[in-house]
């Protein structure tokens, strides 16, 4: 059966359309708001589409606006897809106390621990109910890539380990690689998931690729003056876990830049550009 979904917005760019859909979620078990790029391609039929997963604090608009990523993926052909960035309106106690816990802070992962476990599926919500929805309202075809920042960076890389071979390419600005060993993960983990430190690993994109998930390639850009650098990211956890691995990592340390979607606009058409590659070369 046809899901609905209720359109928010329509705005015309570079010759296709952002617009915006607010839909019930069942995984979720709330409602939902997503935003999506649609290239002028789509007119002759499916396209590829990169999910993008944003980070702490921001919904589906965060990308769309900031990042100016329309105009080289309207002259790829590649649609791309915003969730949102946790369930909202739930009204769970403590949901809306921090930035970095709750609301716009739910780590893509799905919770076990009450009250978090009634809701928090982000998991479900962007790799399985949200694509499955898109597909039977747009133009897209199942070439599929991923892609984050932040909190969404870490889910882009976890989304791909959990999967190998779903996704023709994986990228990520500035990810949080290893929550289990950070303060935004440590805190989002023991109340999401719990004591349980075996069931964090599950969830951690170093701690994945150290028990051999996948080999694929990963393009990852980091700013060398990022405030979250050596507290939150530590993206050497990640050089060293993929170096015990042979897993390719191109990491990219960026001098002067922070944490910011300025950040992300610099840089966002070399990763449109990675994930456009391989996402033509596999439909070959
Ligand atoms: N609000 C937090 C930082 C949150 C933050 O930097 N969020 C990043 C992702 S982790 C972001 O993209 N923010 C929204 C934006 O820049 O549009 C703070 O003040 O320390």
């Not at 998931?193 to 690993?201: A, F, I, M, T």
Request: overall charge negative; charged content about 20%.
């Amino acid at each position: 059966m046809t899901q609905s979904i209720e359109q928010l917005s329509a705005t015309r760019s570079h010759g296709g359309w952002v617009k915006r859909f607010s839909h019930r979620s069942q995984v979720l078990d709330c409602d939902m708001t997503f935003g999506i790029f649609l290239p002028p391609q789509t007119e002759n039929g499916p396209v590829p589409v990169l999910w993008w997963l944003s980070g702490l604090t921001c919904t589906d608009e965060n990308f769309m606006q900031k990042a100016g990523a329309q105009k080289m993926a309207a002259r790829l052909g590649m649609a791309i897809i915003c969730p949102d960035t946790s369930p909202r309106g739930t009204d769970l106690p403590g949901e809306r106390e921090s930035y970095d816990f709750g609301s716009g802070a739910g780590f893509y992962l799905n919770a076990k621990k009450a009250p978090w476990d009634k809701h928090y599926h982000m998991y479900d919500y962007v790799t399985s109910e949200l694509p499955a929805l898109v597909r039977e309202h747009f133009p897209i075809s199942e070439r599929e890539a991923i892609s984050g920042h932040s909190m969404g960076g870490h889910g882009a890389l976890i989304c791909a380990l959990k999967q190998p071979g779903r996704y023709a390419s994986i990228s990520a600005f500035s990810p949080v690689v290893n929550p289990v060993d950070c303060p935004w993960g440590e805190k989002a983990f023991s109340h999401y998931l719990g004591e349980d430190r075996g069931e964090w690993s599950n969830w951690d994109a170093c701690e994945l690729i150290l028990a051999g998930a996948s080999k694929q390639p990963m393009l990852i850009d980091q700013g060398e003056d990022d405030q979250f650098l050596e507290n939150q990211l530590k993206p050497d956890h990640l050089e060293k876990a993929c170096h015990l691995q042979g897993v390719p990592l191109k990491l990219r340390r960026h001098e002067g830049y922070d944490h910011s979607y300025f950040f992300v606009a610099s840089f966002i058409d070399d990763h449109l550009e990675y994930h456009a590659r391989h996402l033509l070369a596999d439909q070959a």
